[in-house]
Structures are given as C-alpha cells and as structure tokens.
C-alpha cells in the first residue's frame, strides 16, 4: 500500500463518473451513450480532465500526493496514462447508478483490477440505519467478499460512504449535514465494520465540526484499526463549502487528504462540451481549481510545519 499518514496525504482528482456524467453533462437520460460516438466523446472529456491534472503538476503540483480516481468503461486510456506518469491511480468496481452496492463486471471483476494494477480499488457505498434491513445486510456482506478478496491479494481497499437522508431525517432538523449525518456515518462505519467491511481509507462527506471529524475517525480507528485513514469526497459542492470541509478535516489526525471530482472539472467540461471554451483554457481552469483545493488542504494542516511543503503544490 502506498505511505498515506499527515504527512503524506493525497489529493485525488476524481472522474469516476459515469452514468451522472452522461445524465448531467451529455444530456443522456438513461445515463448510457446513444452510440459509440457519443461514448467517444465521454472518453475524450475524460482526457481533457487529465491534461488539467497535468496542468497542474506543470504549475507546480507535487507528484508525489497527486493521484486520479478514473473508471475503466471511459477512462482506461488515462488510467494507464496516470499509471504510466507515476502518479498514484484509484479505480472503481462498483457498477454506476445503482441505488445498492453491485459489482461492475461480476464474477470477473478481479480480472479487471488485476489488468490495470491500481493503487487504490474503490467502491461506493449508500447506506444509512434507516434503510431496508435486509438489503443493508446484504450490502454489507457483498462488501465483505469485496474486502476480503482485496486483501488476500495485499491490494488497499478505499471505500466512498454516503449517508443520504431519508425524508423523515431531513425533516427533523434544522441542517442535516452539521445536526444528523455525522452520527448516522457513525452507526454506518460501526455497522458496515461489524459485518466484515473492512477499509483501508474511507472517503467521506464533508462535516462542518471539528468534533464530528474527530469522531469519525475514532469509529473508523476503533478496535484496533489505527492504521485506517479518512479523506474528504467533493459531492459536486460550491467551492466555498468545500473549502469549509477541508479547513475541517485537515487538522484532525486520521484524515490525510481529498478525492474532489466535479467542483474541480464539471463547469470546464460542460462548456467545452456546449463549445463555449476551448479545451486550452478548460485544462487551466481545471488545474487551477485542483491546486486550490489542494493549497487549501495544505494551510489549514500547516503544510511546512507538518512535513509537507505547501509552496511546492
């Protein structure tokens, strides 16, 4: 497994995006591409997203805590171009648009890991103790075989967690992200630990109080787990609020990094996408809103006096 502690984070640029992509930035409603063409295009836009990442590794990014999160039904071209940059690689196998955890390419999905080798294997995970009993255990236990099948190979397992309210949740406080979610990924973390899910990195929604991340990784810490660490998803918010999360967590112990995909892409490809903007200026708007969050990270962890120069990112 790569170093990754406080004073080797990783700041990963996510694109694992693939039927929201299409919904969200192609205008395909069934979240798949009306023909080949159209999927080219999606992987030609996965493309212009890693030159941005290269933008900013020219600009001055530190390879050594750059990382891309890309899937392989649009992006194996990049995957093997990070592999072959050097820069750390995270993958998806969870299929996309699935309201429960299923695994992208079944029976064979380890194959597919094993053909494109990246440092990180990542799945992404709903859940939340209101939901359906029986489908969470059986979630749960899909994971487990997932966890498990990882380590025995000695391969990192990086789990994606969200804890989507129910209507009810919602209703019954003020703010859900700062007044119920923290306890919610608490119970979840216990639960998804108590049935066999055993993560390397969890990768988180972002919390508004220094407690709560506190708490978060003492859940994910908990039993003897020390060696687990936390980073920080995107969720497609405005800079401002992310910002807000990142100032959060990178102070607290456990937590050593981010993965943000659209905050840092999605307005750069859109236009270039509906041809308002060259895919020239898209790259630079992109890099620059990578090496923000990623400076962002860096001053509020106190970069050079936690062994990590902020000028050389």
Not at 57 to 64: D, F, Q
Not at 159 to 186: F, G, I, K, N
Not at 236 to 259: K, M, N, S, Y
Request: hydrophobic share 45%.
């Amino acid at each position: 497994m790569p170093i990754l502690d406080e004073t080797h984070p990783l700041f990963l640029l996510a694109m694992d995006q693939r039927s929201s992509l299409l919904e969200h930035t192609y205008d395909e409603d069934s979240g798949e591409p009306a023909d080949e063409a159209e999927a080219q295009r999606v992987r030609a836009g996965k493309q212009l997203v890693y030159r941005g990442v290269l933008t900013a590794l020219a600009a001055g990014a530190a390879r050594e805590h750059t990382g891309v999160l890309v899937d392989e039904r649009y992006g194996a071209d990049v995957a093997r171009l990070v592999k072959e940059a050097g820069l750390q690689l995270a993958m998806p196998v969870e299929r996309s648009g699935r309201e429960w955890f299923e695994l992208e390419y079944g029976d064979d999905w380890v194959a597919h890991v094993d053909a494109f080798d990246p440092d990180w294997v990542k799945v992404l995970v709903r859940d939340n103790p209101a939901f359906d009993a029986e489908h969470r255990a059986q979630q749960a236990a899909a994971l487990a075989d997932v966890a498990a099948t990882l380590h025995d190979a000695g391969r990192p397992f990086l789990v994606e967690l969200l804890v989507p309210p129910t209507d009810e949740q919602r209703d019954a406080v003020e703010d859900y992200d700062r007044d119920l979610r923290p306890d919610l990924v608490v119970q979840v973390l216990e639960h998804l630990q108590d049935h066999g899910v055993e993560a390397d990195v969890w990768k988180l929604e972002g919390l508004d109080r220094t407690e709560d991340a506190e708490r978060v990784v003492a859940a994910a810490r908990r039993g003897g787990r020390d060696a687990v660490r936390c980073i920080v998803l995107g969720r497609d918010a405005p800079e401002e609020q992310l910002d807000h999360w990142l100032r959060t967590a990178a102070p607290v112990d456990g937590f050593v990094g981010f993965a943000i995909g659209r905050s840092n892409w999605e307005e750069a490809l859109e236009d270039v996408v509906r041809e308002h903007l060259d895919t020239e200026a898209a790259e630079q708007l992109i890099a620059a809103n990578y090496r923000h969050f990623v400076d962002t990270w860096l001053e509020a962890r106190g970069g050079v006096e936690h062994g990590v120069d902020a000028g050389a990112v």
